[in-house]
């Protein structure tokens, strides 16, 4: 297991580890007697230990060199602790309010140190089962979306900048490649990883198997995330991916970050929420019909869009005289014409968005990973009934992406047909 | 002028840096007393030196750090050199028959050694204005961009080879700039660099700076340029960048090379030779109309295209059951899903091809460097009569064509623009 000084961690070498480390020290009050740690990892790849002194504390993370969920019998480079700093710091730079501040890293160790998310924080998933409403989701997602993607793409750096960025980031590789096979294949081929709902979904599953439509888009979309550099993209920005309270958004997890389409992330937030959306009939119970949730459901991922849109868009008309290579302001230079780029622009970017957002939906309903939204529904028939509406959709929305003018159509395209099967 | 041991080489200095380099003695049959070089680059961008000795011959090329037609006030790095080199050994193991043989390279030196293209081997772009018909020209250029393209791109590379090469082609990135600005933006701005035949294409060029349906699509083509890692392109695939004899075809100078869209090289060999057929009436004399060669011309594009969509959906069928990670066998699984595919592909590239093969067209028309097809036709007045018909049809490529369907509605639109101006 050892290998040029890398040493997995339990809670226990975890206390020496911090006790030989002076930044650790220093940034726990040096308060080093009565430390309490636990893991609290989901399980998924790493192991996530808060730690806590009498005066102060932090959260450490680190990487084992495969799939914890999976075993040694999956190997994953334990480098990706790397990218994951490295974005950390650089969205953490761009929206420092949704990004944990990033204390220390060990390459070697692959062991990221950062600020601990304290209680109410919890996983937006979570929330979402609970029905807990989050009346500024909407505008700290989109502006943490908006930044982070603007300011590393092209309408802000320089070509200089950024292929030396795209460059680095080609060395995930191997996390990309994971999203690759889950994502964008596994679900579309007969895969030992592959599961659904059975027996219900058994022939939804089949289906997607043999619609080739939909696998003539989603090569479209996997050629797209292995061959477009347009943005350094979080690359895992799902609901289990952002801590929330009411008032505060924070976005961890970028291991999966490199430079890829923006349409990636956004798809994956607001396709996460429409699963989330069709899971409440799941929750639904005689306290609670979960109408009013879902409503407020469809009102984020509207509103998610729309701020996104704006301020993306208010960001470019800032910077517009600025370094960004893509669209110089001699030629684009006249409010008509940067309107009409703009318009352009953002139209490909929403459909993008559908298209990578349906692909990430489909993958969480008959593909290797699924969410705790559908699997914390009792009873296999009740969720295979929620799972198969947020399929439909998502097959609407690959294939008919183009067809899409406004987020407001997509929100009554899932009213309809969640209208339709529940009527 | 010396740096980390970098010399500018002469004609008598080289004969020096020769006689210390053994591999250059032995392919020179070590007959080194009576060496004959003599300097014939075109003056553009580098040092070419051809080198006979009494029993071998070859070539040398060498990189200065600035832009030689412009002088020390355009640096440009040397490192060029590393970047043709290699791509010289990469197409060169791809298409062998259509690309020099390198003998040597030295990266402090930024010099290549390779085989000399022995007469009667001439530039393409001299015999296109010649009026010289190459019966093997489009068999060949079909050939050399099906296999340097399709083995470069994810039909037939893992992502993880592809990421690595991307990675490394991102050095490259002072050549793609170079580009960025002469062929997607100058031209559509003022810009101190642009010439054209004046005064008589003044309102043209003007025109293409006002003409805001161009200037959305070219910013597309120019996004696509710099974020699309598709395959290993050559970057300059002109008719310069051709030599030819009536059974030899044989393609040099990748300094621009890197992982870029493949239809920038499809379009830049194709819209040179869009150039050439309008140049032909500036060429025409009592001795020769120059009808018939325009015809040849024509039937050249089209086959070209016709041969390369063959080819390199032929080599796609060979091996889409290998390693190649966009198109999964087990997922694209009966002919009839292949075939679509195949079709979906082959129509985009076709797109882009016609986008980028204009935007060649106009930048050489309305930009800095300007192509000796025009340059060559004797009286102002007669070359902007050709280069407008030129000029219209890349804008009418450039903007609409995703309506054009096959190769032969362009032929069509060429001959329609060049009857109605010449009728
Ligand atoms: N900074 C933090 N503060 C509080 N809890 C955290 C923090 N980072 C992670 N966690 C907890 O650990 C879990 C796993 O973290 P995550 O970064 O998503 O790891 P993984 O890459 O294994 O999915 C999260 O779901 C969350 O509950
Ligand atoms: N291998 C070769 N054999 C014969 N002539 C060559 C060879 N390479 C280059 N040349 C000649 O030198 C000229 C310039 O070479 P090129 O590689 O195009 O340089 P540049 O990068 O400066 O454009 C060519 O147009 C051709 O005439
Ligand atoms: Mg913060
Ligand atoms: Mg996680
Ligand atoms: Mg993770
Ligand atoms: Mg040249
Ligand atoms: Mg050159």
């Known amino acids: ?19 030989a480390t002076p930044s650790l020290c220093s940034k726990l009050g040096n308060q080093l007697d ?23 504390s932090l959260v450490i993370k680190q990487a084992i060199p495969y799939i914890r969920c999976i075993g040694e019998s999956w190997p994953m480079t334990k480098e990706r602790a790397y990218f994951e700093a490295t974005t950390l710091k650089e969205h953490g730079r761009l929206c420092p309010v949704h990004v944990p501040e990033v204390y220390h890293f060990d390459r070697v160790m692959s062991l990221i140190a950062m600020r601990y998310l304290e209680p109410p924080h919890i996983i937006l998933r979570k929330g979402l089962i609970a029905g807990i409403e989050y009346p500024l989701l909407a505008e700290h997602m989109s502006e943490y979306m908006a930044n982070t993607l603007f300011f590393t793409s092209l309408l802000y750096n320089s070509t200089t900048e950024h292929k030396r960025a795209v460059a680095e980031f080609c060395g995930n590789v191997e996390l990309c490649r994971l999203t690759e096979q889950v994502v964008f294949s596994d679900p579309y081929k007969v895969s030992q990883y592959n599961r659904w709902t059975f027996p219900y979904l058994d022939r939804d599953a089949e289906l997607v198997r043999e619609d080739d439509t939909l696998k003539l888009e989603v090569a479209e979309l996997k050629s797209m995330f292995c061959e477009r550099a347009q943005a350094l993209i979080h690359g895992d920005l799902h609901t289990g991916s952002v801590m929330v309270t009411c008032d505060s958004t924070q976005v961890i997890d970028p291991e999966f970050s490199f430079y890829g389409p923006m349409g990636f992330d956004v798809g994956a937030f607001l396709g996460n929420l429409i699963l989330a959306f069709f899971a409440q009939d799941g929750h639904a119970d005689q306290g609670n019909d ?46 008509e014409l940067q309107l009409l780029v703009q318009k352009k622009y953002m139209k490909e970017l929403f459909h993008d968005t559908l298209g990578f957002g349906a692909s990430k939906m489909i993958r969480r309903i008959v593909g290797v990973a699924h969410v705790e939204d559908f699997e914390s529904i009792p009873g296999a028939s009740k969720r295979a009934f929620c799972e198969r509406q947020a399929l439909e959709v998502a097959k609407l929305l690959l294939k008919e992406r183009r067809g899409f003018q406004s987020i407001n159509q997509v929100i009554s395209a899932i009213q309809e047909l969640h209208d339709k099967s529940s009527g």
């Open 290 to 335: 979960r109408k009013a949730y879902q409503q407020w459901i469809l009102r984020t991922i509207e509103d998610t869009w729309n701020l996104f849109q704006k301020k993306f868009t208010a960001l470019w008309d800032e910077h517009k005289d600025g370094l960004g290579e893509a669209y110089l302001s001699a030629i684009y230079n006249t409010p």
């Open 34 to 56: 009565s430390l309490q740690i636990k893991e609290v990892g989901d399980g998924n790849l790493n192991f996530v230990y808060i730690v806590i002194s009498s005066t102060s």
């Open 1 to 19: 297991m050892e290998s040029n000084g890398f040493r997995p961690l339990d809670e226990k070498s975890l206390i020496e580890y911090i006790k």
